[in-house]
Structures are given as structure tokens and as C-alpha cells.
């Protein structure tokens, strides 16, 4: 040890185990190098069907389990827990969802309007891909970075800082999405924010793509219960547009007929599921310099998303309805 730090400019000196390690080692092979094939064979001599089928029961019991206490667990290394989970059973890490709070209310708002749907579309007298989904999302100009999720890998710390202006500049968005494509987007003034009176220009303004989007008479149309949405002249517009196809909070209380959309839903809506993540992701690829340049690109990444990929999405407001049943469970 002493010749160690005098020839290792004070490096770390390896302990007594890791020498003694090496030692055996090179009396075992003639090598200190590590037996990669002796490791592989033991790695498969540990993933067998037994230990494959004794994970199963753990997770079942802990679904919240991590790799290290499940390796201690069972008595096996934490690459051999790593590669039982995600290639012998096919599982994936997922991180809890923070959401807002429901009541009991709530939660029986949104199981009876997923059964009624499922109902509906099981007797195929609703179709979700005649639905147009709408709704509002802000872009920021300096985009959106998720410190939770993004690393930068290297030997040190690179201590990688993004700037963030104390008051950014957005801009808001309405869109709505369907089968055939997307309806918008249209883009707010600069200033402007939701009322009731701007809601009612935006859907006035909506109303006239809808033909040049093929979309008629069959078609429902559905928005979320925010304030400016459900004031008495919005939802007399929407009556007078599309009848008593209306997804709507308020709407069917206004006018007895059309589907109440359920409160704290954001999951059911393809907007919200889908729309405004992908939208993202394409205009913040890179830096955006101007507001200019952001309104070009938001219109640009609408104007490119394809309207098969859309119907594929509306596709799925099925299985996100089914979904909901779930929490039948949870009310009892």
C-alpha cells in the first residue's frame, strides 16, 4: 500500500478486498481480468423460469418495490432484478401522476359518463371518430424544460444552466382534433386571455373551417367545463351549430338534451392526451428567437400532422373511457 501512494500520486488506495479479489482472481484464470462469459453464464443460471416466477409474486405485493430491495430480497444482483424486469417480464418503470383531487362526485360523474359512452358506442350509436375534441394550451417562448427528466451524461458536472426570464412571453392556443385532421390552430392576440366574449369570437371563427375540414352534420363536438366556455350565449352557439351533439358541462342542463362532459377529465381528451404534447415537442426542437418564428411554427407542426395519426389518436378516447371504469373500484 505504501508503494501504491508513492507511485499513484495519492490516488485512492484499493481496500484489502478488492487486492484480495484480484488475487484470487489471477490464481483461479492466470488473469485479473474479469470472466465476462463465467458472469454471463452465472447471470443465466440465475434468470430462470423459478426465479422469473418468484418475482412475479413480489411485485404483486410491493408494486412499488425497487430494483435494490427486490435484488436483496430474492437474493440475486441488481442486474439480474433489471433484466427479470424488462425483458423475462416485460415491464416498464412508470412515475406516479400528479392529478387534482376528486370527490365522490366527481368520480361518479366521470363513471357514469364513461358507461354511458361505452353503452353508446357498443350499440353503435356513437362513433368517436365524429367527435372533434377542443381546447387551449399556452406555448411559453422559452419552451419547456423537465429538470425531473433531463440529464446530460459525463465523468463531471458540467453544471448546464438554462436561463428563464422572470415574466416569458406566450402565446395561446385554441385547436380542436378529429379524424380528419386538426380544426385551428388559431392563436389569441398578444395580451389576450380567455373570456367568455373572446371564447365566443374563437368558436365563430372555428365554425367556418369546418367545411373545408369535411366535417358535417354527423359530427360531435366537445369541450371542457372551463367558465368562459359555458356561458349562457357560448352554449346557445354551439345549440344553434351542431344541435344536440354537444359534449359539454352545462349544456345539458341548458337545453335538456347532448352529453355533460365530466369535471377533471383531461385524460379523456385527445387535446390533452395527445395534441399539445406533440405539437411541443415538434416547435421546441429548436430554440425559438421570436414570437413571430413561434407563431409560424405552431401553425407549421399543425398544418404537418398527419390526419391518419389523428384518427388513430380518436381511436383511442374508447379505451380511455373503458379506462375509467377502473375507479368504479375505487368509489366502493
Request: charged share 25%.
Amino acid at each position: 500500500m505504501k508503494k501504491w501512494r508513492s507511485q499513484r500520486n495519492g490516488q485512492p488506495v484499493p481496500s484489502r478486498s478488492t487486492v484480495q479479489a484480484i488475487v484470487n482472481r489471477f490464481n483461479k484464470t492466470g488473469s485479473v481480468n474479469e470472466d465476462r462469459e463465467s458472469m454471463k453464464t452465472n447471470e443465466k443460471r440465475v434468470r430462470t423460469p423459478e426465479m422469473v416466477t418468484a418475482v412475479k409474486p413480489v411485485l404483486e405485493e410491493e408494486p412499488g418495490i425497487s430494483i435494490r430491495n427486490l435484488s436483496r430480497r430474492l437474493n440475486i444482483s441488481r442486474e439480474s432484478a433489471r433484466i427479470i424486469l424488462t425483458q423475462d417480464l416485460q415491464m416498464h418503470p412508470y412515475k406516479i401522476q400528479i392529478v387534482q383531487p376528486l370527490t365522490i362526485g366527481n368520480s361518479l360523474e366521470r363513471l357514469e359518463f364513461a358507461n354511458r359512452i361505452c353503452e353508446r358506442i357498443d350499440e353503435k350509436s356513437f362513433d368517436p371518430l365524429r367527435v372533434i375534441f377542443t381546447d387551449e394550451a399556452h406555448f411559453w417562448m422559452n419552451g419547456y424544460v423537465n429538470r425531473q427528466n433531463f440529464r446530460i451524461w459525463g465523468s463531471e458536472n458540467p453544471h448546464v444552466t438554462i436561463s428563464k426570464p422572470l415574466h416569458p412571453e406566450k402565446i395561446t392556443v385554441w385547436a380542436g382534433i378529429c379524424s380528419k385532421g386538426i380544426l385551428g390552430p388559431i392563436l389569441l392576440r398578444d395580451g389576450e386571455t380567455i373570456t367568455g366574449d373572446v371564447y365566443h369570437r374563437l368558436l365563430t371563427e372555428a365554425f367556418t373551417k369546418l367545411e373545408n375540414l369535411g366535417i358535417d352534420e354527423s359530427f360531435f363536438w366537445q369541450q371542457d367545463g372551463a367558465p368562459p366556455h359555458r356561458t349562457a350565449a357560448n352554449l346557445q352557439l354551439l345549440k344553434s351549430q351542431f344541435g344536440d351533439r354537444v359534449i359539454a358541462k352545462g349544456f345539458k342542463k341548458a337545453f335538456g338534451s347532448g352529453i355533460d362532459w365530466p369535471p377533471y377529465s383531461p385524460d379523456l381528451s385527445a387535446c390533452d392526451y395527445f395534441l399539445w404534447g406533440y405539437l411541443k415537442d415538434q416547435v421546441f426542437r429548436k430554440p425559438v428567437n421570436s414570437k413571430e418564428e413561434l407563431r409560424h411554427r405552431i401553425e407549421q407542426a399543425a398544418l404537418e400532422l398527419d390526419s391518419a395519426i389523428c384518427a388513430r389518436v380518436i381511436l383511442g378516447f374508447e379505451k380511455k373511457g373503458k379506462n375509467a371504469h377502473i375507479e368504479r373500484w375505487l368509489a366502493h
